[in-house]
């Protein structure tokens, strides 16, 4: 396996939302998150793919994740949902994400991922693991990360296309 990357976002400014596009043929793409730190203690990483570049916010999504934390295990699930939850609890030690997306280029099926994230929290070191699909067959070219609360500080968002 080798990586080819596509497009990559580096805030050098508070922003609200980390987009990345370029989503434009079948292949299996992964999307590397490196140092996402919020502006707000224990902020959650939501996440919406985007159709020609604009993030959907529809209650399409599904999810299920397993929380591995050295205080907790537990599941997270979510269905119907307006967003992907990402990375849980990302405090100013940052946090850290891989998600390979599927589909995403075909206009008959569903775009979905799997994602592998961890973060260092105040009080506890988490990590989840799973996956997720979008639940409407059309085709989407990128991802959009946010928070549920404040603005991201830093982070780099790479997209790579996966040959």
């Given at each position: 396996?080798?990586?080819?990357q596509v497009a990559t ?6 922003a609200?939302t980390i987009?990345?596009n370029g989503?434009?043929?079948?292949s299996?793409y ?9 502006d ?18 529809d209650?399409?999504?599904d999810?299920?994740?397993k929380?591995?934390s050295?205080?907790s ?9 307006d967003?992907v939850?990402?990375?849980d609890?990302?405090h100013?030690?940052g946090g850290n994400?891989?998600v ?19 973060a ?10 799973g ?10 070219n990128?991802v959009?990360?946010h ?10 968002v790479?997209l790579?296309?996966?040959?």
């Amino acid at each position: 396996m080798a990586l080819q990357q596509v497009a990559t976002s580096t805030l050098t400014s508070p922003a609200s939302t980390i987009a990345v596009n370029g989503i434009d043929d079948d292949s299996v793409y992964m999307l590397a998150c490196h140092n996402l730190i919020p502006d707000s203690s224990n902020a959650e990483v939501k996440m919406r793919v985007n159709k020609s570049s604009s993030a959907q916010s529809d209650s399409e999504y599904d999810y299920a994740l397993k929380v591995l934390s050295s205080v907790s295990f537990n599941t997270r699930t979510g269905q119907n949902q307006d967003e992907v939850y990402f990375i849980d609890n990302v405090h100013t030690y940052g946090g850290n994400a891989i998600v390979y997306l599927y589909n995403f280029n075909s206009s008959s099926e569903f775009s979905f991922g799997t994602i592998e994230s961890v973060a260092n929290v105040s009080n506890q070191q988490l990590g989840n693991t799973g996956g997720w699909i979008h639940t409407v067959a059309s085709a989407s070219n990128g991802v959009t990360l946010h928070l549920n609360t404040g603005s991201f500080n830093s982070g780099t968002v790479t997209l790579y296309k996966v040959i």
